[in-house]
């Protein structure tokens, strides 16, 4: 037989070699396994261990008693331990050592990219010379283990989790709880608050539930409470200029009430109604003015 890096095998110790470990057997073959890559009771020759195969760090084939976090083709949740500039990201594979996320792998705009302490789901593959690698997993792989989302779940706040960050929206993995797997969302890039990177855990709300089971998910807060919230932010930022007035106002452009506030224009002119409503705020020549208690029209 011939052994494949990323995966399980069932060898028969064939000798103890002291100070370093013990060869294992394979037809004609053979692989050492280290003394510090046993788990439990020290083998005898002539035993069958169950071990993973892997390259060590001078590249040779080894083995170890260690339960990797998964083997050769299957998918796991890994955690980001390191970063590499030029490599990319480094993960925990559950035996002590790491697995190799390629950066080609990874988004190209930096702030996509995950942390140290993200988890992302990959496939375990291997390069062109067969060492071991990681693969980012997409929908072929999550949607066969993800289900249909209960109606229940319409307008509920979720925890979700990024698998594919993109300009145009986000594609997450929904926690599924008890329920199971999880179910695959999208936040489109006008229902995000920021953006949102490979790997990490984002809280957002269920606003509609598609026919094949999917979710499209907002960041955003529900009208009534984010006017509330939105209104309260402009009041504070009046009260913190100097002359208690700012250049924006219903005319201001969408993009410059984005950049300056992070909210939208629709946003922006519910919360500016709330205000002048209650009499707080004035308008006049695109200038926002907080009102005065003396005379709310001297502005």
């Known amino acids: 037989m011939s052994l494949i890096a990323g995966t399980i095998e069932k060898l028969e110790v064939r000798r103890e070699v002291s100070p370093y470990g013990y060869f294992l057997g394979a037809g004609d073959e053979e692989v050492m396994l280290h003394y510090t890559e046993l788990v439990g009771s020290k083998p005898k020759p002539g035993d069958k261990v169950e071990v993973f195969i892997f390259f060590d760090t001078e590249d ?3 083995a170890t008693m260690k339960k990797p976090h998964l083997t050769l083709g299957e998918m796991a949740l890994l955690e980001v331990a390191d970063i590499h500039p030029r490599l990319g990201c480094f993960l925990e594979m559950g035996l002590g050592r790491q697995l190799l996320l390629p950066l080609n792998e990874l988004p190209e705009l930096i702030e996509l990219r995950p942390q140290v302490g993200d988890k992302v789901y990959v496939l375990m593959e291997h390069d062109k010379q067969g060492r071991l690698r990681a693969k980012l997993a997409g929908e072929q792989e999550l949607a066969p283990k993800c ?25 997450a993995l929904v926690d599924g709880g008890v329920l199971g ?36 998910l907002t960041m955003m ?20 200029r100097p002359d208690k007035s700012m250049p924006y106002s219903d005319a201001t452009p969408p993009d410059i009430i984005k950049q300056r506030f992070g909210i939208s224009k629709s946003a922006f002119k519910r919360a500016l109604g709330k205000l002048m ?15 005065q208690k003396e005379d709310s029209s001297n502005e």
């Open 147 to 171: 289900f249909a989302a209960p109606d229940s779940w319409k307008g509920q706040t979720v925890t979700a989790r990024v698998y594919k960050p993109l300009q145009m929206g986000t594609f």
């Open 221 to 240: 807060q529900r009208k009534e409470v984010g006017r509330d919230v939105d209104s309260a932010m402009l009041l504070e930022f009046l009260n913190s």
């Open 60 to 62: 040779r084939i080894a």
């Open 277 to 291: 409503k209650e009499g707080l705020i004035t308008q006049k020549e695109n200038w926002t003015h907080l009102a």
């Open 181 to 216: 797997f999880g179910v695959i969302g999208m936040v489109h890039s006008s229902e995000r608050s920021r953006l949102l990177r490979l790997g990490e855990t984002f809280e957002a709300r269920v606003s509609h539930i598609r026919e094949d089971g999917r979710v499209n």
